[in-house]
């Protein structure tokens, strides 16, 4: 069983940045990867950006191109969403998952992934 915890959201005005983290139980990240998606109150969850493994190419959504990066840290046993220019359409709960068996085809979606953190809710005030 993993555990996947996420950190960092908050209240921020529009053009602000905030930098989410996602920290899960266990030397995890060199079994999964682990990328983020988002949620709006009962929509389906969204691909916000990840990748197949480490060292692969990241995706990213169209909407968040340009203003979000993803980035993992080993040493931290952590992965990282820093966002940029925030707009109110960011707005969402922000989920890190964690998938085993994730092709370039199937990153983006989120029955593909094995575990889920609780996440963490993003607010930006226009």
Same mark, same amino acid.
């Given at each position: ?5 996420? /950190?960092?959201? !908050?209240? #921020?005005?529009?053009? !602000?940045?905030?930098?989410?983290? &996602?920290? %899960? /139980? !266990? ?9 983020? *998606?988002?949620? #709006? /109150? ?6 916000? @950006?990840?990748?197949?493994?480490? !060292?692969?190419?990241?995706?990213? @959504? ?5 203003? *979000?990066?993803?980035?993992? =840290? /080993?040493?931290?046993?952590? #992965? ?7 707009? %109110?359409? =960011?707005?969402?709960?922000?989920? &890190?998952?964690?998938? $085993? ?7 983006? *979606?989120? $029955?593909?992934? =094995? ?12």
């Amino acid at each position: 069983q993993v555990q996947l915890v996420e /950190s960092g959201g !908050g209240l #921020v005005p529009a053009g !602000g940045s905030l930098r989410l983290s &996602c920290k %899960p /139980s !266990g030397p995890t990240l060199n079994r999964y990867a682990i990328n983020w *998606f988002r949620q #709006v /109150s009962e929509k389906e969850r969204e691909f916000v @950006a990840g990748n197949r493994q480490k !060292g692969a190419t990241t995706y990213y @959504a169209d909407s968040v191109k340009g203003r *979000f990066t993803m980035s993992r =840290d /080993s040493a931290d046993n952590a #992965v990282y969403l820093q966002m940029n220019s925030l707009r %109110p359409e =960011d707005t969402a709960v922000y989920h &890190c998952a964690a998938g $085993s068996r994730l092709i370039r085809s199937t990153v983006r *979606f989120s $029955s593909a992934y =094995d575990y889920w953190g609780q996440g963490t809710q993003v607010t930006v005030s226009s």
